[in-house]
């Protein structure tokens, strides 16, 4: 059993550091790794002064001013991603031209993944326009708020 055990940490080791020579993850200063997945790294803002003061639109320019797109989760596995922040973060989606049809600020496409938490979206027009990534008692979902509401984000880089 200790054999065992000890080789399974010999391994996770191993390929930790194959992963770490085999694709260097550069992460802009002021942010910090959250997870990659399906050709996608996931960064957020590290926690500081003004890092969970953000709007939907400074939640944008925030990803944007290093280089970054705010997260658009396609996925469960990126989804899984998000999880790892437990913070309230904004990610893409907004439905200013249709209510409750959320679409990719970055793509202009309809968003087909969902992760919406009980009774959500609230239905019908309103200004709960943004998507809010919410973390409460180990379960995370996504609430539609307002977007001049204040939370850090989560960006996103594509894999070239
Ligand atoms: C948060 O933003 C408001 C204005 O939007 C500003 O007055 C306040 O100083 C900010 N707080 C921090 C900690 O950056
Ligand atoms: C998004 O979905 C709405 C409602 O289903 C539809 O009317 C609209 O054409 C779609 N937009 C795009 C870009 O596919």
Redesign the pocket.
Known sequence: MAKVGISIIICTLCSLAIAVVASPIQIHAGFEFLGTVEGKIFVRPILGPGSDNLTYQDAIATCASAGYRIATLESQAQNDIAEQNLRWSWIDGIDL??PD?F?SVNT???LTYFNWGRNRPVIGKDDRNCIRFSCAGGVCEWLDVKCTDKYTVICQLLVQ
Do not use: E, L, S
């Open positions: 031209q249709t049809v679409f202009g496409k309809n």
